[in-house]
């Protein structure tokens, strides 16, 4: 038996989601921790099927957030708009057009201060 972690079960979910029209080549990955689990999968489906270098602000973050004082999660968010600058592009992951006050924080610094393209998951439907 082949063992596929992008099968077809797992590509589903994400079949309504045109990431071709993500032409850059450097992507960061940017959006609430609720929705950790679309991170970690769309990284994957990203880096495998399209060949993006993908960048998450903190994985332990995205992973463990309650576990962060508040001081520790600050300097976390530094980090963030410093790796940003290394991105071509952002995507936005706004589930449910959701989106919480760090990541319109890092749309506002991307936007404002590197002028670089930003798309939007609710976009590439």
Request: charged letters at 35%.
């Amino acid at each position: 038996m082949k063992i596929e972690r992008l099968n077809e079960e797992f590509l589903s979910e994400f079949k309504k989601y045109d990431f071709s029209k993500l032409k850059e080549k450097k992507i960061g990955l940017v959006g609430s921790i609720r929705f950790k689990d679309y991170f970690i999968k769309i990284e994957s489906i990203l880096q495998i099927n399209y060949n993006k270098i993908i960048s998450i602000c903190s994985v332990d973050g995205l992973l463990n957030k309650e576990k962060f004082s508040y001081d520790e999660w600050e300097a976390l968010q530094k980090i963030c708009l410093q790796k940003l600058k290394d991105q071509e592009a952002i995507l936005v992951l706004d589930i449910n057009k959701y989106i919480g006050d760090h990541t319109k924080e890092e749309i506002e610094y991307f936007k404002k201060n590197l002028n670089k393209p930003i798309y939007y998951l609710s976009e590439l439907q």
